[in-house]
């Protein structure tokens, strides 16, 4: 899919991108909306955008990354979740863990990550073709009854790469957007603990904003932008996105170790910690709206139905 995205226009924030023939292209002080380049050559495509001739597309459409990596490269996140989950689905475990961590300071070991979490930036790959846009309606699936958000920060790659330095994995960042990783959780904790995973609990659907503010506008920033969950209107968390423990260009980098990436894949942050219902206490249900805000990158609705 070839597409342009819209200008940020609750930051004002004017740097857009699109995505055609294997390349991303950022343009800078784009003064125009939604642009529809669905079937245009990239020639016609300069040539309208100079000239301002563009038309209007349904604000629901979205870049539909070619793939789609999920990271977990926030530890705080990983041991809220591991409590999270021991709380509501490990009721002998919990207690326990909760003394442990009064007394020592510190989570029970079996509630960490294991060693290799330290060593390697970890991720699972999603379904790339199940990602949903803003405003777009995010249907329950039957099986689960703990429907959860993670608030995320997604990073495009805009050329390929294969063992990548971290220079090269830097220089092939693109832009940046919102993500959600919608989750099953009582489903999560099932297939984790079959040793495999995650399948059901996870690739139902996320989504993604439909704002790409590029690299060069924000990239300083990245790691420190203030970030807010709100339901209904009200403000369930307010953070920011420091503490991950590796950066983006360090896990695009291992990510491409042995391994050829490819200029529209689309790389998650991981849950910024307390962002989602498992550490902080409320859930899903149909009928919710959910909105994400990040810093400089603007927001993402989502309604549950």
Known sequence: MKLIQHKNTETDNKHVGYYINSKWKIIDDASVGIIDILNLSEGEIEDKYKTREVSAINPQQVLFPIAYR????????????????????????????KLYKKIFGKPVSKLCPSARYYKYPIYYMGNHLNIKSDMSEIKKPEYTEELDYELEIGAILSKPLKNASLQEASDAIGGYVILNDFSARDIQID???????????KNFASS???VIISKSSINERIEDLKVKVLINGEEIV??????????????????????????GELFGSGTIPMCTGIENGRMLKPGDTIRLEVEELGSLTNTII
Not at 191 to 201: D, L, N
Not at 238 to 263: D, R
């Open 70 to 97: 999920d990271f977990m490269l926030y530890e705080k996140h990983a041991i809220n979740a591991a409590m999270g989950f021991a709380k509501k689905y490990l009721p002998n475990i919990y207690p326990i863990a």
């Open 191 to 201: 297939e984790m603990q079959a040793g495999f995973g995650p399948m059901k609990s």
């Open 208 to 210: 993604i904003s439909n």
């Open 238 to 263: 307010s953070t920011n996105s420091k503490g991950k423990l590796f950066s983006f260009e360090e896990a695009i980098a291992y990510a491409s170790w042995e391994e050829e990436l490819h200029a």
